[in-house]
């Protein structure tokens, strides 16, 4: 579905000093009379024509609503928001080079060209093949045919084997057999009919390792161009401008001209920014790699080396962010100056963290959340899935309008199918399948058979949306009646159990195809840890705190609160939709969900801010790795450089307009979103642009 693709403490704070997002100050005393049963907003299967709100997905708690917040402009330009990767090894990923020069091979005179060529031809005629392997090429293809080999080896003739060979293996063996024999300078291609057609190559296109390792070594006689002996993977660090991850990964398997599953990475990134992160793919020379450079738009490859393993999602510790909030006001009635509301709200932040919810892009930018698909899914209503993934939304991709009303009017799969745009995915893919049940006559369509021709990562992801739907709707909850304070029956990582169910594993390891691979990041967070109860002996030893505690999403491999009112909160919120907690596993495999633990609390590292002025809304406000490294090498090899671009932070060049700067630090699955609006105070779901900017 392509709103998908538009898209991942020490303070002690009580219930009564946290309230819903929408309960002005003034009321709060009398929201915290009001009964504590959880009442999520009843839902319709009719799309909404304003679009999803915080409180439709269960995000209704702010830790510290008594602090004011400001507004802002969140990703106005690309440039106001970086990310940068952190490595398994707590290192932050920066490009710190754009690989390497490559020598230009001196260029030759035709004089020149006409003796090499005549030398080489002198070469060939009195060219021997080695005994041992003649002797072979013999055994295999016969006297005859090895005498017309020579023949075209010495004066650039064709030929064709007289045998044929059926088995894969031994031609293979034959083609490595006659690369060895001649030097690597003779093609030989397999016919339809399973004989060799054999000639003199027009180009040195093979070459020995040995001559290649030769002729790729740097001045100091490293080979590789100084990065060292090859490996089965090269990794490297790649920049990138207002492209999302998946775009780039197929971008570089369409030059390198291998299989997009090729190219992996640790995480998905933002679009709308600027982002470095490491990948991996394997082989490729790192020579192709580097040239990509010179043909990239928007993309910049450097931090070459090789390794044994290739990445994979989930290697990685998280994200540094660095955002620019432009055009900030507070308002009139915050009673306290920018500087105080951000000095105490990053006290707070740094102290207590913020809730971890499920950003909003979890749950998509269209009218129809995709809960509400995973809801209506887990009920088995194939039906209602597809009517609503079909559906005429007010909020969906423009170009998508014309075939939802032909849907809705006709029922013409095929029609529909034709004005319905490709980067719908889940449209296209239910259309297609419509489509051919009705060219088979069929009159009673096969919803079920439908919806499994969506790629399998997209299909179960709504599913797993309804999942973090119940986990933030319990996770509000959970803080508006205990706050920060750790309490018995809360659930704690048990590290002295790690395993899982097979069912789990089964399910985690289902196989996938390329295609689903763009979906994937949102499926890697079901980790298969275990959980336990807090005891009252542990939260009087004050054992645990508030960090330590986790929720799960629903789902038949997980433990619930040991405490009742947390637990019961599943039951009563699951209720209202017809499904029970208790009952996660299904005929369809794909949507028998285990569950996973996530924790209740995130606390960001190294989070600064700064406040800067400026005068136009398309000045620069931090500077990008790529602006910092090519001024940096312009001011060491003495050439021009602009001394406002050598680090992160330009200096206040004072103006009207004020921007806030924030840096920080966030785990795996932990989302950016949630920190500004815990800093801000805003509504998250009303700023489009602060879409997919998931750790």
């Known amino acids: 579905m392509s709103e998908l693709e538009d898209r991942k403490r020490d303070r002690d704070f009580s219930g009564e000093n946290s309230v819903p997002v929408d309960s002005p100050e003034s009321s709060r005393d009398e929201h915290q009379d009001k009964k504590s049963k959880l009442e999520p907003k009843e839902q319709s299967n009719a799309p909404s024509s304003d679009g999803i709100t915080e409180s439709d997905v269960g995000i209704t708690w702010f830790l510290t609503p008594e602090l004011p917040g400001f507004s802002g402009q969140i990703k106005q330009r690309y440039t106001d928001f970086l990310v940068n990767e952190i490595d398994k090894q707590g290192s932050v990923v920066h490009l710190t080079d754009k690989g390497f020069k490559m020598p230009k091979p001196p260029k030759k005179t035709k004089s020149e060209e006409a003796e090499e060529e005549k030398a080489e031809l002198e070469k060939r005629k009195s060219f021997q093949v080695d005994a041992e392997l003649r002797a072979k090429l013999v055994e295999v293809l016969g006297e005859s045919d090895v005498a017309k080999i020579e023949e075209v080896y010495r004066n650039v003739t064709k030929m064709e084997t007289t045998k044929r060979f059926e088995d894969k293996a031994e031609r293979t063996q034959l083609h490595q057999l006659l690369r060895a024999a001649f030097n690597n300078q003779l093609e030989s291609v397999t016919s339809p009919e399973n004989t060799f057609h054999i000639a003199l190559a027009t180009r040195k296109s093979r070459v020995s390792r040995k001559d290649l390792i030769d002729r790729n070594r740097d001045a100091n006689g490293v080979e590789n161009w100084g990065y060292g002996p090859t490996k089965d993977f090269v990794h490297f660090t790649t920049y990138k401008e207002n492209k999302d991850t998946m775009d780039v990964a197929n ?91 951000l000095e105490e709200s990053c006290s707070s932040i740094r102290n207590n963290g913020f809730i971890n919810y499920y950003g909003m892009q979890r749950f998509g930018t269209f009218s129809v959340s995709t809960h509400e698909i995973g809801k209506w899914i887990l009920l088995g209503d194939w039906k209602t899935v597809a009517d609503l993934i079909l559906a005429e939304q007010e909020n969906v991709l423009p170009v998508s309008k014309e075939a939802r009303k032909i849907w809705s009017d006709t029922q013409d799969a ?22 051919e049940q009705q060219r088979n006559g069929s009159t009673n369509l096969d919803y079920f058979q439908a919806i499994n021709k969506i790629p399998r990562n997209l299909r179960t992801m709504y599913a797993h949306a309804y999942q973090s739907y119940i986990w933030n709707a319990v996770a509000s909850k959970r803080i508006e009646l205990f706050g920060l304070k750790i309490v018995a029956g809360d659930l704690v990582l048990d590290s002295s159990a790690t395993g899982t169910s097979e069912d789990a594993k089964e399910g985690a390891n289902a196989d996938t195809n390329e295609e689903d691979e763009d979906f994937a990041e949102d499926l890697r967070e079901a980790q298969f840890v275990r959980a336990r109860p807090v005891t009252q002996d542990e939260v009087d030893a004050g054992k645990y705190n508030i960090e330590d505690v986790v929720l799960p999403t629903p789902g038949f491999d997980v433990v619930y609160p040991g405490n009742e009112t947390l637990r019961e909160l599943y039951v009563n919120v699951m209720s209202k939709d017809k499904l029970d907690p208790f009952d996660m596993r299904r005929k369809a495999r794909d949507f028998s969900l285990a569950g996973s633990y996530r924790n209740v609390i995130h606390k960001p590292t190294n989070l600064e801010y700064k406040i800067l002025h400026y005068s136009s809304p398309t000045q620069q406000l931090v500077n990008t790795d790529l602006e910092i490294l090519n001024n940096q090498k312009g001011k060491e090899n003495h050439q021009r450089y602009m001394k406002d671009k050598l680090n992160r932070f330009p200096e206040d060049k004072g103006g009207d307009s004020i921007a806030v700067i924030l840096t920080f630090k966030l785990g795996v699955s932990a989302y950016a979103t949630m920190l500004l609006r815990e800093l801000m105070k805003v509504e998250s779901s009303r700023r489009g642009d602060m879409c997919a900017v998931r750790s």
């Open 414 to 435: 095929e029609a529909a199918l034709q004005k319905m745009p490709r980067q719908c995915v889940a449209e296209n893919a239910i259309l297609n399948n419509f489509a």
């Open 251 to 341: 971008i570089l398997a369409r030059y390198l001209r291998v299989p997009t599953r090729l190219i992996r990475y640790a995480g998905t990134k933002d679009r709308r920014a600027i982002t470095c992160q490491r990948m991996s793919v394997s082989k490729i020379g790192v020579e192709r790699l580097n040239a990509l450079n010179r043909v990239l738009k928007g993309v910049t490859l450097g931090g070459f080396n090789f390794e044994d393993q290739s990445l994979s999602l989930g290697d990685l510790q998280g994200n540094e962010f660095t955002i620019a909030i432009r055009d900030v006001e507070i308002a009139p009635d915050a009673g306290l100056p920018l500087e105080k509301i």
